[in-house]
């Protein structure tokens, strides 16, 4: 059964950390870009990060340059998203998911979808 769990997210102070994980099982994650998205309430889903399966080349939203990173062990079939510096408007329920093109910002461009992990940034 193919199948991708996050896990990770919590309740956060702003200026916490925090590091999601994407771990797949019934198919590797070798040959597939792996995405992050986040859906806050009333909000469309957008994409934060990707990492892609060539050559490890890594993607971020301006909104989270410099503060998110993402990697991926393919020894455990995991991806990571560490996420440092949070801001209250970072508060989402974050999801990853897997293409076989090249790294997107478009949601159903993905295949498979974990069932997310909340965020909250709050004080």
């Known amino acids: 059964q193919v199948q991708l769990v996050e896990s990770g997210g919590g309740l956060v102070q702003p200026g916490g950390s925090l590091r999601l994980s994407c771990a797949a099982s019934g198919f590797t994650l070798d040959y597939y870009a792996i995405g992050w998205f986040r859906q806050a309430p009333g909000k469309e889903r957008e994409g934060v990060s990707c990492i892609s399966s060539s050559d490890g080349s890594t993607y971020f939203a301006d909104s989270v340059k410099g503060r998110f990173t993402i990697s991926r062990d393919n020894a455990k079939n995991t991806v990571y998203l560490q996420m440092n510096s949070l801001k209250p408007e970072d508060t989402a329920i974050y999801y990853c998911?897997?293409?076989?093109?090249?790294?997107?910002?478009?949601?159903?461009?993905?295949?498979?979808w974990g069932q997310g992990t909340q965020v909250t940034v709050s004080s």
């Open positions: 998911a897997t293409t076989r093109e090249p790294c997107s910002w478009i949601p159903y461009e993905y295949d498979y």
